[in-house]
């Protein structure tokens, strides 16, 4: 679950509060976060804290990372060029994002949150508009999944004792 192959074959891993991305050919690293700062100057979107979550779009151009944190961070990132194409920021009490994953049509973005209800959001992945809340109950979530199905957008959670 911690790391994913991209479409050029390159693997997206997370560590502490960075996303890394490994070209195995050249055996080069670049990173998305870590407080890397633009050109300008300007520290752009990026993660704060530890990285619980990771997810590949379809097409594995995109990542997706969820953090831990008193309003934990998700951010949908372009693997090549590092850069933010949206993000979504929880409200206290949440705790950490447990896990993401982006559906098979790359249009949305499901994750799950550490509070004691365990909401699962969906957003949208162009853009971080939510789309849907609800709460999944008391029992931790430890995964969710898509439905592989062309225009089927139904999800599946499960944990310990849970599926839905």
Request: overall charge positive; glycine content about 10%.
């Amino acid at each position: 679950m911690g790391r994913f192959i991209t479409a050029d074959n390159q693997l997206v891993y997370m560590v502490a509060a960075i996303g890394v991305v490994l070209n195995p050919t050249s055996n080069t690293q670049s990173f998305f976060g870590g407080g890397m700062v633009a050109s300008g100057g300007k520290v752009p979107p990026q993660h704060d804290d530890d990285i619980l979550c990771l997810g590949i779009s379809p097409d594995r151009k995109l990542a997706v990372t969820g953090q831990v944190g008193a309003q934990p961070k998700l951010f949908v990132w372009d693997i090549a060029t590092k850069t933010v194409k949206a993000q979504y920021k929880l409200g206290k009490n949440t705790r950490g994002i447990i896990a993401c994953r982006m559906s098979s049509d790359g249009k949305y973005v499901a994750f799950v949150d550490n509070s004691n209800d365990h909401n699962l959001y969906v957003i949208s992945a162009s853009d971080g508009t939510l789309k849907s809340m609800r709460k999944t109950g008391p029992d931790p979530v430890t995964d969710l999944a898509w439905s592989k199905k062309a225009g089927d957008n139904r999800l599946c959670v499960v944990g310990m004792k849970l599926v839905k």
